[in-house]
């Protein structure tokens, strides 16, 4: 029954996001900024793990973490300017609370999660800004390499990096994820 409810609630999503968009944009235009779309969050995330990986590669969590703290958003604000974008990771259970999504964005994140649990694929989406402007969604899957820092505390996320993310978010909720849950979503507004 809950499971029908989900599958009926993403149907709708994808439809609502489906007129929404045809309404204001050609289906080429769409098109367009889906690929656009995918380009730009798939080349920030490039940027971003191979920085990590470079960074845990070097000194593990303990000098990857303070990497990420100082870097994330700024290397993540490079692309936006470079793609004249507005670019965002977003997660209802975020690290940073400048990654804190607002209610639409919220509603995003929310879909995907129930989608998730329904096992159906997941996929980036294109609808129109409250101002018009094409939106790109996609979700953040959670991957083997996320789990020291995003894991289970005691179990992939050692007592020390613990601390250390304590120290640098006092308030984290970004960890006790399991490979394949959703993290969060890029936001891009063009
Ligand atoms: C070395 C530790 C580390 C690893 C490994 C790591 N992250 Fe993070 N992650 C962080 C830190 C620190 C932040 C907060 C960055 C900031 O302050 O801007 C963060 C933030 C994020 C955010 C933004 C939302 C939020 O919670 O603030 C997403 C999305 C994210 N990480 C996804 C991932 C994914 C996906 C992986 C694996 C590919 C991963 N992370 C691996 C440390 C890590």
């Known amino acids: 029954m809950i499971k029908l409810k989900y599958t009926v609630l993403f149907v709708l999503f994808v439809a609502l996001v489906s007129c929404d968009t045809t309404a204001k944009l050609s289906k080429e235009a769409q098109e367009e900024y889906l690929s ?9 995330f490039k ?3 191979g920085n990590l990986m470079q960074q845990m590669q070097q000194g593990g969590p303990s000098q990857a973490l303070p990497f990420c703290n100082l870097q994330a958003i700024p290397l993540t604000e ?3 300017l470079q793609e004249n974008v507005q670019l965002k990771r977003l997660s209802t259970l975020y690290r940073n609370i400048k990654n804190k999504p607002n209610v639409a964005e919220e509603r995003i994140l929310n879909t995907y999660n129930r989608a998730l649990i329904n096992g159906e694929k997941l996929s980036p989406v294109l609808m129109s800004s409250p101002t018009g402007k094409p939106q790109f969604y996609a979700p953040i899957i959670i991957g083997e390499k996320c789990l020291s820092c995003h894991g289970t505390v005691g179990k992939e996320i050692s007592l020390k990096t613990d601390s250390l993310i304590k120290t640098m978010y006092p308030k984290d909720l970004a960890t006790g994820y399991k490979v394949g849950d ?9």
Not at 36 to 44: E, L, M, N, R
Not at 182 to 190: D, E, N, P, T, Y
């Open 36 to 44: 656009k779309g995918k380009d730009i969050s798939q080349k920030t």
């Open 47 to 49: 940027l971003l793990s």
């Open 78 to 80: 490079s692309i936006a």
């Open 182 to 190: 959703l993290r969060g979503i890029w936001s891009i507004q063009f």
